[in-house]
């Protein structure tokens, strides 16, 4: 019974290449977010989402395009990999006005 | 400056010991304080929240915020090598944007 899901859990990739990310949440939250994790654990937010409408977008590389298909999925499109991207990428979801939020296993990004 | 600070240790101790954990933050429109657990290769839960000055408990966390000083702490009391993990303050304003502190490493050797 996973709340918040990803897929994939790794992702070797070479640079240039484009790839997408997928969440999927299953307690009903209607707000969700992508977070970055660097080799230092500093977390940081990229984008949220309410009701699939944008609501966060970080100073993010327009290389990085979120997609909410509806409140259950947000999924993460990069184009054109760079090595600074390799990071682990992280879903998380709350309710609007709640501050608690739940996060994913997490997906391992290496861009050689 | 980063607006939350947090030592990353690794903060070594023997089982049974009182783990201290600290961040500092530097907005005072901060009003909502968390602390989440990340164990190795997994994501981020949340452990504690709280939102107002003041000391809560839960089990063997006790989470402390003194927004005079902006300065927010997790205590663990008996500590067992299963609370090895990283340990990561948050804070949040009005909205849904946390700000994460970088972590701290804690482990807990039997």
């Known amino acids: 019974d996973t709340a918040v899901s990803q897929t994939p859990k790794y992702l070797v990739t070479q640079m240039g290449n484009d790839k997408s990310i997928k969440c999927e949440q299953n307690?009903?939250?209607?707000?969700m977010y992508w977070y970055k994790q660097d080799s230092k654990k500093f977390l940081k937010i990229m984008f949220s989402?309410?009701?699939?409408?944008?609501?966060i977008n970080e100073t993010v590389p327009n290389r990085f395009s979120p997609k909410s298909p509806d409140k259950a999925h947000l999924n993460l499109h990069i184009n054109s990999l760079e090595l600074g991207d390799s990071a682990v990428y992280f879903c998380?979801?709350?309710?609007?006005?709640?501050?608690?939020?739940?996060f994913g296993p997490g997906t391992r990004l290496l861009v050689l | 400056q980063k607006e939350v600070e947090q030592d990353p240790g690794p903060l070594s101790v023997p089982e049974g010991a009182i783990v201290s954990l600290n961040c500092t933050y530097s907005?005072?429109?901060?009003?909502?304080f968390m602390w989440y657990r990340q164990y190795s290769r997994k994501g981020p839960e949340l452990l504690m929240y709280?939102?107002?000055?003041g000391n809560k408990e839960d089990g063997r966390f006790t989470a402390q915020v003194d927004k005079s000083s902006k300065y927010i702490s997790l205590f663990i009391r008996d500590s067992q090598p299963s609370d090895s993990a990283t340990y990561l303050c948050?804070?949040?304003?009005?909205?849904?944007?946390?700000?994460f502190g970088g972590g701290t490493r804690v482990l807990v050797k039997p």
């Open positions: 998380a979801s709350s309710h609007e006005g709640v501050e608690t939020q739940y």
């Open positions: 307690l009903g939250h209607d707000t």
């Open positions: 989402y309410n009701n699939k409408e944008l609501i």
């Open positions: 907005n005072s429109a901060f009003q909502y």
């Open positions: 709280t939102y107002s000055s």
């Open positions: 948050a804070v949040k304003a009005a909205g849904n944007k946390l700000t």
